[in-house]
């Protein structure tokens, strides 16, 4: 048995989102005319009462085209020292926007919003770049998945507003925390000039992300997605997996994070563990202590049938996804348990 706890984007398509992406009607998007796309577009803008939405490739492609529409090349944006706009997407921010990312220290990738603060350059000062951005990502993906707390979101859009900002969300797996805290999607919708969400994460879809926004910003992100290589043909066979994602597989991300939650209780209990990071959705974060040569966890887990990555600086993560049962975890927690220092 092989257990991928890599990432939840390992998943492939059950036969039922397979069998509902062969029965899609499709055109030619770039025309404008794929039903399809239009579709889960307007599915999603309605969702979270947003005038419009995109599709894009992939999450990457979304958040850069994000910071695009919001910033002029010499800028800057404001995010966490962990963000994946700033660690994981290339150095796109720089090449792609020529925006500088002023980083702030924050907790499990979150931050407050007197910490927004004090990042924001005085426009007046003709030696600093020109703050126009904040993004925040929920849940945050190196901080293990935490749930931001909305009140903070809403005070740092009062920031945003006050010091005429724009304010995107980073929602690679926006819809746990949406599952975990009961929030609303129309919660999301009123403080974030743009949202990205992927489809291709915990949702299950092989492919696809979506940004959301209003018209004219929209407008523009359509033309930038065309001149990054973006724009796609009959691709509504792929946006039809995400609208079977959102139809079918957003409750039960909650089982995920159940299971991601056993995970972590068991590691809390093994001598060889040092910490685990809180656990609030399908992300668990943990350090050996350091005697142990995380390589040779590794690569015992991986003869173990059980596959997880390292993020740097001595954290391990597994993610679990819809392709993870009961009996794999049990699995997992025997292998953790198998494991001697
Ligand atoms: C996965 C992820 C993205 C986008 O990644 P792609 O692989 O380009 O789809 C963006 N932000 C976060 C927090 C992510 O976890």
Not at 141 to 162: F, M, P, T
């Amino acid at each position: 048995m092989e257990i991928n706890l890599i990432s939840d984007t390992v998943t492939k398509p059950t036969p039922e989102m397979l069998k509902y992406m062969m029965d899609a009607h499709v055109g030619d998007d770039v025309f404008d005319a794929d039903p399809t796309v239009k579709k889960l577009q307007d599915k999603l803008a309605k969702m979270f009462h947003k005038e419009a939405a995109l599709f894009f490739p992939s999450g990457t492609m979304a958040n850069q085209v994000a910071i695009k529409i919001h910033t002029l090349p010499g800028e800057q944006l404001i995010c966490d020292k962990w963000a994946h706009v700033y660690n994981f997407e290339g150095g796109g921010a720089a090449f792609n926007s020529g925006v500088s990312c002023a980083l702030i220290d924050g907790e499990r990738g979150m931050f407050t919003a007197n910490q927004v603060e004090e990042k924001i350059n005085d426009p007046d000062n003709i030696h600093l770049a020109k703050t126009s951005l904040v993004t925040v990502e929920n849940t945050t993906n190196k901080g293990g998945g935490s749930c931001w707390q909305y009140v903070e979101l809403q005070k740092i859009a009062n920031v945003c507003k006050s010091n005429s900002l724009r304010y995107h969300l980073d929602g690679a797996r926006l819809f746990n925390a949406l599952v975990e805290t009961e929030e609303t999607p129309e919660q999301y919708g009123k403080i974030f000039d743009t949202i990205s969400i992927c489809l291709s994460k915990g949702l299950g879809a092989p492919i696809g992300s979506v940004l959301l926004g209003k018209e004219e910003d929209m407008v523009r992100a359509l033309k930038i997605r065309k001149l990054l290589g973006g724009a796609m043909r009959q691709v509504g066979y792929l946006a039809a997996a995400g609208i079977y994602a959102l139809d079918h597989h957003v409750l039960r991300l909650k089982e995920d994070h159940d299971k991601a939650k056993i995970l972590a209780n068991e590691l809390s209990s093994l001598e060889y563990v040092k910490s685990v990071e809180p656990t609030e959705t399908n992300i668990v974060i943990f350090n050996l202590i350091e005697s142990i040569d995380e390589n040779v966890f590794l690569n015992k887990m991986k003869e173990l049938g059980v596959l997880m990555i390292s993020m740097g600086q001595g954290k391990l993560r597994m993610v679990t996804h819809l392709e993870i049962t009961n009996d794999m975890i049990k699995h997992v927690v025997k292998a953790l348990k198998t494991f001697k220092k």
